[in-house]
């Protein structure tokens, strides 16, 4: 019994030890310095700007079509409902999916992958335009 019960504080403080470790791990993982933030944010804001250029161009397509004539300014896309049904497509979508359906169709352009820089650039702007607004996945 008495050896029982010394295992288990050993085990114990061991595993406090451990979660005093990964405590101290992710704390540091997480300071950045002022320079670092002010230099990510310069980069994510000069992407932001390039999205706004695009979504005010009519280059994304072929018919000069600009994401703008139908939503004046991206606020009104709903990012922050993503992912959800969409009627027109017939099933639940990301976001992304709803840029290149977008662009696919009244734009008669060609479908953006992934990681394409004009396809980071409209989301970064589209999403930054709604920062501030609570996620609300599926909503309509």
């Not at 061991?14 to 990964?22: M, P, R, S, T, V």
């Not at 992934?114 to 650039?121: F, G, H």
Request: charged share 20%; aromatic share 10%.
């Amino acid at each position: 019994m008495r050896k029982s019960k010394f295992f288990s504080n050993i085990c114990l403080a061991g595993l406090i030890g451990f979660g005093l470790l990964a405590i101290s791990f992710s704390t540091q993982a997480d300071d950045f310095t002022q320079s670092d933030l002010n230099r990510w944010h310069q980069e994510f804001m000069s992407v932001v700007m390039e999205g706004e250029k695009l979504f005010h161009s009519g280059e994304l397509g072929t018919n000069k079509v600009s994401c703008d004539q139908c939503h004046p300014n991206a606020a009104n896309t709903h990012p922050e409902t993503y992912p959800k049904f969409q009627q027109q497509i017939g099933r639940v979508i990301t976001l992304p999916e709803m840029v290149n359906w977008c662009i696919q169709q009244p734009l008669e352009g060609q479908p953006l992958s992934l990681d394409d820089p004009k396809m980071v650039a409209l989301l970064s702007y589209i999403t930054y335009e709604r920062r501030g607004v609570p996620l609300a996945p599926g909503k309509h």
